[in-house]
């Protein structure tokens, strides 16, 4: 289908290192004149990372923008906006940097827009295994702890509202259907 909004020009009202904030001046479908704001994000990636075991390596994390505590996979985002570098390499700076761990075995699930309506986030997602534990490095603003979690126990903490990240989610669920793909070869 094609695209029924038509842009006139867009202008950056706010910049930091993390987001942008456009507004656009616009031509909604119903021909109107009108304006639609979109948040800039940077994207990343996310990394579903198991042990021998197929347990999940988990992040837990003081999340301020809904100020709650929150278990995810590793994640990161890119260096930099329109960044077009190859997205393994920040999945394994941000898994080693969060967790420690290294891999040589990874795998491309797929990826995913975080908020469709309103930010240009788009987030690969990878699977890591033969995980080489190491010791990890956060950045000075993170505080992070690490847990394993049976995928079972994942699912539960899913449902109870203890792991509410769209991207820990999805991507769980696209290393299970890859996983499941792979087995039925």
Do not use: C
């Not at 289908?1 to 290192?17: A, C, F, K």
């Not at 940077?42 to 075991?53: H, N, S, Y």
């Amino acid at each position: 289908m094609s695209n029924p909004w038509r842009t006139l020009q867009g202008r950056i009202v706010y910049e930091n290192n993390w987001i942008r904030v456009r507004v656009d001046d616009v031509i909604r479908p119903d021909r109107s004149p009108g304006i639609y704001s979109v948040v800039e994000l940077k994207g990343g990636i996310g990394v579903v990372a198991l042990d021998q075991r197929d347990r999940v390596l988990l992040v837990g994390q003081f999340r301020y923008t809904v100020n709650k505590y929150s278990w995810e996979i590793p994640k990161g985002a890119f260096p930099s906006f329109n960044y077009e570098g190859d997205p393994i390499e920040t999945a394994r700076e941000e898994l080693a940097e969060e967790t420690g761990a290294t891999s040589n075995d990874w795998t491309y699930l797929g990826r995913v827009h975080t908020l469709l309506g309103s930010t240009n986030d788009e987030v690969y997602l990878f699977r890591a295994r033969g995980l080489k534990p190491g010791e990890p490095h956060p950045d000075e603003t993170e505080v992070l702890q690490t847990k394993w979690v049976e995928e079972g126990e994942f699912w539960e903490m899913v449902a109870a509202g203890e792991i509410t990240d769209a991207t820990s989610i999805a991507a769980l669920a696209l290393s299970r259907r890859t996983a499941a793909g792979r087995k039925a070869e």
